[in-house]
């Protein structure tokens, strides 16, 4: 049982580092000598653009997705270190037989959460590219960064970690 318990504990902590990289990143789309991520653009490794600085006729287009994508991430992350502290609280307070499944819920939230922010940033990407070429004039021969990545495998890791805290109980 102490296995299975440090392999969800690990498993968990290694989900929360994924979005924790994933958000801060500067790796969402990346090419030869640029790189773009939810809060700057980079042509260089000096010459960095943050994306909320911009103003007048040179404001970003299309922030206010790029703002959904942020949020969601942030959420994501929160609730996930949040479902940890509340894994380890009832970790000590559930009685035997008890199934651990406010952390669940609130893994599953952040599940939700990444999903949603990962899919937006999939769907909106072009056309992000495309409203702010002044930004993006280098960007349009990319590919899809690690940061983009690890989302979605945080996706997945966030939705098995929930799937496990529900089918989990507490034992001696």
């Not at 969402?28 to 006729?57: H, K, M, Y």
């Not at 970790?91 to 939700?112: A, D, W």
Request: hydrophobic share 50%.
């Amino acid at each position: 049982m102490l296995v299975i318990l440090a392999f969800i504990i690990v498993f968990h902590i290694v989900s929360t580092a994924l979005l924790f990289i994933s958000t801060i990143d500067n790796a969402w789309w990346v090419g030869d000598s640029f790189s773009a991520d939810l809060w700057r653009v980079c042509t260089n490794s000096t010459n960095c653009t943050e994306i909320n600085e911009l103003t007048g006729p040179e404001a970003f287009e299309g922030y206010s997705v790029m703002q959904a994508v942020q949020a969601t991430m942030i959420l994501s992350t929160i609730l996930s270190c949040i479902s940890f502290l509340i894994f380890l609280l009832q970790l000590f307070r559930l009685k035997q037989g008890e199934r651990f499944v406010l952390t669940s819920i609130i893994q599953l939230m952040s599940c939700l959460c990444v999903m949603i922010g990962a899919s937006i940033y999939t769907d909106r990407r072009q056309d992000l590219h495309q409203q702010n070429r002044k930004l993006y004039y280098l960007l349009q021969e990319g590919s899809y960064g690690y940061s983009f990545i690890l989302a979605w495998v945080a996706f997945a890791f966030t939705f098995i970690s929930g799937l496990m805290y529900m089918i989990l109980r507490k034992r001696k």
